[in-house]
């Protein structure tokens, strides 16, 4: 006691530096104690433990797993940081929140996090956001005001019990964010989807700026047609979203083709085929450039840089169409060496279920014409929601889905009703349409439907522990006019129907485009005409460029049909 009354101003100075010296501590504390309520809303309530934990125990060794967890806290804590620091404490919420939203969207819709896959498609089509909010906003709701409330109460809980911190604690974030980034990617496995959900959109964003696929120039034909092209207009229809095995004519009992199972011997059907993903975006750059199965994924980015079907069309007709059915992506002009026609630029008031019966009228009247010609189609076909896909009078099946909460039994009856109106119907108007000309159309889809398969309402664009029905299509072959029957009767394989993929399209086209087989044979895969062996037939979920987003190479197998009866499985 005597010391320190003799000493007051000693004990004072002491004293200070001793509260000085527990403020940083104090912060620290702070930080560790919200980073612990977050790592805990994320896991509980944000759907990402199913990915961390995968990481963690299937795809890592011990030192990765402890890596990537240490990886994962300190993102978190740099999350922490930033809603600590007052000055920034607001915006970073907003902006944190965004993302949790972002993620819990997609995490209920397709069972997986944002990722690049998802920011592509989004890019592509973006005039689809309201369709989108309509068809799974109930499903949906309930997981964002869940997310709202419980982001937006611990926010709360930290401004009113958690002192705020110094703003050079900036620093220290900006560390554990780049850090957390950079081994995460390292030591994640394919599961870099295992970010905080408050972080994740914000790397998809930026990586898929920095480390976009390859734009430059395309290679030229590597060949030349060695005679005339096997009729005077030749036709690929890509439709969008048809599933193949749940169509009548490849054996569902289902009448959603009446048209097309009255007219089955006059034309070629290959069964239920495998697409090249589940994805219409990389579906479509990989037909255009011939891709092979094998070459899943597409690593050195043949579909960027190799010569597509339009540049060796091109070679062997005297016009070449591209026909784009779908929302107003202008970005596509540049990539296709075509005539290009975009349906909606040109047609804005159409109804949805309308635009394909358009495409009928340029089709009609791109074969009147005494020129030799190839068009690529893509058609509407049967995008979500479905129930914008076809007239009201159409509707031949019911209960249909109404936005509601998610029922197999509904969402499969506006599917057919979809498949009747945009397959069936499309086929039987534009088949009369073009009678007696001398026509070859080729008709396949981009990716097939989930319709509700494991309880998750997400069709397609999944990545991990998918159905083989997202990549289950059909693939059909017509003439339009007596010879042409008679000569594809003559090219068909009955042993193919069932054995054939997406890759067996693009040497197809070639080849009814006059060129030789030998050469087609030594760039590209076998056509539809060759004889196919019965082998594993695969397809890619995931990045096809094997980017900046994981991907897995898929066994098809024919997916189990639905069963109407088990109303949400």
Excluded at 278 to 305: C, F, I, W, Y
Excluded at 388 to 410: C, G, L, N
Aim: with cysteine; glycine share 6%; proline share 5%.
């Amino acid at each position: 006691m005597a010391a320190l009354v003799s000493h007051p101003r000693t004990y004072k100075v002491n004293d200070t530096r001793m509260i000085r010296l527990s403020k940083p501590f104090t912060e620290f504390l702070n930080i560790l104690i919200l980073t612990a309520l977050l790592i805990t809303a994320d896991w509980s309530c944000f759907n990402s433990q199913t990915f961390v934990f995968h990481a963690l125990i299937f795809e890592s060794t011990r030192a990765k797993a402890y890596l990537f967890l240490a990886s994962y806290v300190a993102m978190t804590a740099a999350v922490a940081i930033l809603l600590l620091i007052r000055r920034i404490a607001w915006v970073a919420f907003l902006v944190t929140l965004l993302f949790v939203l972002v993620n819990v969207t997609y995490s209920k819709v397709n069972g997986a996090p944002f990722s690049v896959l998802d920011l592509e498609t989004f890019y592509r089509n973006w005039g689809l956001t309201s369709q989108a909010v309509s068809m799974y906003w109930g499903a949906i709701i309930r997981q964002l005001a869940t997310a709202i409330a419980v982001y937006g109460t611990l926010f709360a809980l930290s401004r009113k019990f958690l002192r705020p911190i110094s703003i050079h604690w900036i620093v220290v974030a900006c560390l554990a964010l780049g850090g957390g980034v950079a081994h995460t990617i390292r030591t994640a496995g394919s599961h870099v989807k295992a970010f905080p959900q408050y972080v994740e959109p914000a790397y998809v964003i930026f990586y898929d700026a920095l480390f976009s696929a390859y734009s430059g120039p395309r290679d030229q034909p590597y060949f030349v047609p060695r005679e005339a092209p096997r009729c005077q207009h030749l036709i690929f229809v890509m439709d969008e979203s048809v599933r193949g095995d749940l169509l009548e004519i490849n054996g569902y009992p289902e009448h959603n083709t009446p048209y097309l199972k009255t007219i089955q011997k006059y034309y070629l059907n290959y069964g239920v085929a495998s697409s090249f993903t589940n994805s219409s975006l990389s579906s479509n750059e990989s037909l255009m450039a011939g891709l092979a199965m094998d070459e899943l994924p597409d690593v050195k980015q043949k579909t960027r840089h190799g010569p597509q079907v339009f540049d060796y069309a091109k070679q062997a007709v005297r016009q070449v169409y591209f026909i784009w059915g779908q929302d107003k992506y202008e970005g596509r002009q540049k990539r296709v060496n075509a005539q290009v026609k975009i349906l909606r630029a040109e047609f804005p008031a159409l109804k949805t279920y309308q635009q394909d019966r358009a495409i009928i009228d340029y089709l009609d009247k791109i074969t009147a014409a005494g020129d030799t010609s190839f068009t690529w189609v893509n058609k509407w076909g049967c995008h979500f929601d479905y129930e914008a896909d076809y007239p009201p009078e159409q509707t031949h099946r019911t209960p249909v889905f109404k936005s509601a909460k998610p029922v197999r039994t509904e969402m499969l009856n506006s599917y057919f009703n979809c498949l009747e109106w945009a397959v069936d119907g499309f086929l039987q108007e534009l088949l009369s349409r073009l009678e007696g000309r001398d026509v070859v159309i080729v008709y396949t889809s981009d990716h097939g439907q989930s319709i509700m398969e494991k309880g998750v309402p997400g069709t397609h664009n999944r990545t991990f522990d998918i159905s083989a029905s997202q990549a289950s299509v059909p693939v059909l072959v017509f003439g339009t006019n007596a010879h042409t029957r008679q000569l594809l009767a003559l090219w068909f394989r009955a042993e193919s129907a069932g054995r054939v993929s997406a890759e067996q399209i693009f040497p197809t086209l070639l080849w009814i485009l006059g060129y030789g087989d030998d050469e087609v044979n030594s760039r590209y895969p076998r056509s539809l005409f060759d004889h196919l062996p019965d082998r594993p037939r695969v397809f890619l979920s995931g990045d096809i460029w094997a980017l900046s987003a994981p991907y897995v190479r898929n066994i098809f197998r024919l997916p189990d049909p639905p069963d109407r009866a088990a109303g949400v499985p």
